[in-house]
């Protein structure tokens, strides 16, 4: 419930912050051109005598104030609603999160493609296993012939081995 009021209470802010920020006067510009007058008349009568600058600069200041305030009040009270243990955690929300833990598959992937998969998998680690196979077989023939060559080369002529 606070969340939906604050939420209201932003777009207004925002909407009014917007309005504030149109009608102040841009470089070479008179606020009294948005209501139609030439030299300000119509915004001394609005704004009173030192026209339109001061107000609508503190307003547009209170403005912005109120939507950074209200902006923090929002992510407070929704980290408090939507964390998994009612503290501050840390909750993953991404493309397939689920809130209050709550537990279904994600509708995008179908249950025939997560079995197709899972055997496609499984084929790939047979292969990898039997490669590793034929590669441990290798290299055990290379070591035994290494280790033959080494003790054909070290028994010299006069049988010394030295």
Known sequence: MTINFLNIAQVLVA?????????????????????????????????????????????????????????LLIAIDAREAYSSTGEAAEQDLGVFGVLDGETQEPSLVPVDAVESIDSSLDNAIDSAGEAVDTIEDKATELTEKIEAETTDESTDSDGDNN
């Not at 006067?25 to 008349?41: D, E």
């Open 15 to 71: 909407m009014a912050l917007i309005g504030f920020i149109l009608i102040q006067r841009g470089p070479g510009a008179t606020a009294g051109s948005a209501f139609g007058g030439g030299g300000g008349g119509a915004s001394g009568t609005v704004f009173g005598a030192k026209g339109s600058g001061s107000f609508l600069t503190k307003a547009t200041a209170i403005l912005a104030t109120l939507f950074f305030i209200i902006t």
